[in-house]
């Protein structure tokens, strides 16, 4: 049986389509004023890639923000729980998931069965989020991508003083007319992110496996300075981890459809 | 959830639209006497005696704290902020009185502005001990004395025994009455939502207890006509600092978590037990009742009581779940919390910490953490 998960963020939505536990396609798109709109976006792009049609699927699970508006699931269930089951699907050795989505991060812990035993979020401010990178990126004129990469490049990076987004493009405009190279500004923007998530990581306590799941996750900058603040490797996933909620709202539609 | 469309929840939704209701507004019209509070160790019945009327001090549907926020620092909670903005929008000025404790710094801050600013007909605080022994009762006993002797001087009303009284014996039966309708609470599927015995009990300490009686009366009778509210998904407790605005539990009850039990400053347990009148004068016994059916984290050497209080909750009404709600910056909760989530947690009793603002925002995010935290109960 052929299930399917989709998940509205507030900056890009995502499907993916399982048939047991072989991944059959996966699309993910910029999300839109109107989350029903994406969903059906992202889940013909994600069929084409199967190349199924919508009669194919038997189940398919909704999550994130615009999960109560996607017209065509059958069930929804919280980003978080689905983070967790996306990431344990994918390896069974995790016990703690860092999501750093568009607009908030998570911290999850779980146990070894991949119950959630504790969970916490940041969603009331922009620093430690997705469009924290976002508004750095632009201010150094970079592409987003790039902010990771060219920060394995720093030989002096900054440290920011302040991890507010609003004060610390003050400082990254400071260092800018000082000519800094923009490779230990972005070191120092990857350094302050990982800082501020740390902490709100630290507060479910961290046990090994540890990933980082969520589009910040693509950031090797961030992975890297996490990976130095919390002490601990960051265990790469086989997936695009963008596309972690996704996989667990399928897997859980799986698992509805009563397939172990 | 199903649950079913009541009258009488749409008429204490009216009520709450406005700090100043309707009912205030009649009793003032008939030459009563409206006097604000706006912590839970004031005694209400001794706010009941002859003319006068109590009234919480609330501020849903306040939409922001802009002029609050020029005299208040951001690091004070925004219940206080709310209040003191609708003070400066004239939205109690009905109101003859106000009777504080200063039971944080906050509250003792907004207090300084509004005598300030405002410059009130009457302003009383009681000075709350954080203690509670026998020398804490005579202590208490005494403040209320000196809050009582006032309001006879400044509002020329009868605050004698048989006042009080009276006054006991009219807030014990509207307490006994919400207490009773609160219990169906402990049914497997209770007959009424969270957010509408929420509704129902925020109204009435925003009213005059007589005018606000009937419609309470008529609720009651409403929920024992219809239907039980079936298909919930968990019984849950929110436990912490003041929380006005039911939709807060109206976001937790649309995922499914049935609110079947509170234990916050402006809930019901153990904020309705009736006032006991032990044959030692009324004031002593309001001086009592305000220790016994409050447990505040300002209370010194009590956090034990306050945990186990939960606990038994839990036990008695069957909750599956701990929703603890903090209003940031507040640092009585913020402080307590910390234990009481470890606490619970230890006992094996799921909790799910929440801070928030006082004025409903982030839906989303809510309802997120919600259905998480139900998820991760299994449910």
Known sequence: MIAAGCDVGSLTTKAVILNNARLLGHALVRSSFNPEKSASEVMEKALASARLTMDDISLCVGTGYGRERIGFVKKTVSEISCHAKGAHFLQPSIRTIIDIGGQDCKAIRLDAKGEIVKFITNDKCASGTGRFLEVMAKLLGLELGELGRISGQATHPITLASTCTVWAQAEVIMHLNEGMPKADLAAGINEAMAARVAILARSVGIEQDVCMTGGVAKNPGVVEAMEKQLGVPMRRLRLDPQLMGALGAAVFARERLGVS | MKTADRKALKVFQELLENPVNRLVEQAAGDGRIPLGYSCSFVPEPLLMADRLFPVRLHATGIAGT???????????????????????????????????????????????????????????????????????????????????????????????????????????????????????????????????????????????KDLIMPEIRAFRDEVEQQGDITGHRARLMVVGGHLHDPDFIRVIESQGGLVVADRFCTGSIPGLMPVETNGRGPVRALAEHAFRKTLCPRMMEDFDRRLQSVIDIVREYNVDGVVIEVIKFCDLWGVDSMPLVTALRDKGIPVLKLEREYRLGGEGQLRTRVQAFLESMGR
Request: glycine letters at 4%.
């Open chain 2, 66 to 208: 802009e002029i609050a926020d020029n005299y208040l620092s951001s690091l004070v909670c925004s219940y206080t902020r709310s209040i003191l903005e609708f003070a400066f929008d004239d939205r109690y000025d009905l109101l003859q009185g106000w009777v504080f404790v200063p039971s944080c710094a906050h509250m003792q801050r907004l207090q300084d502005n509004l005598e300030y600013l405002k410059k009130p007909g009457f302003v009383h605080t009681i000075d709350v001990p954080r203690k509670v022994s026998e020398a804490t009762l005579d202590w208490m006993e005494e403040e209320l004395h000196m809050l009582s002797d006032r309001l006879a001087s400044h509002f020329q009303v009868d605050m004698g025994p048989d006042s009080l009284d009276k006054a006991i014996a009219s807030w014990n039966e509207y307490a006994e009455t919400v207490k009773a309708v609160g219990e169906l609470r402990k049914r497997p599927d209770p007959p009424l939502t969270g957010t509408e015995f929420h509704a129902m009990l925020m109204a009435s300490l925003a009213s005059p």
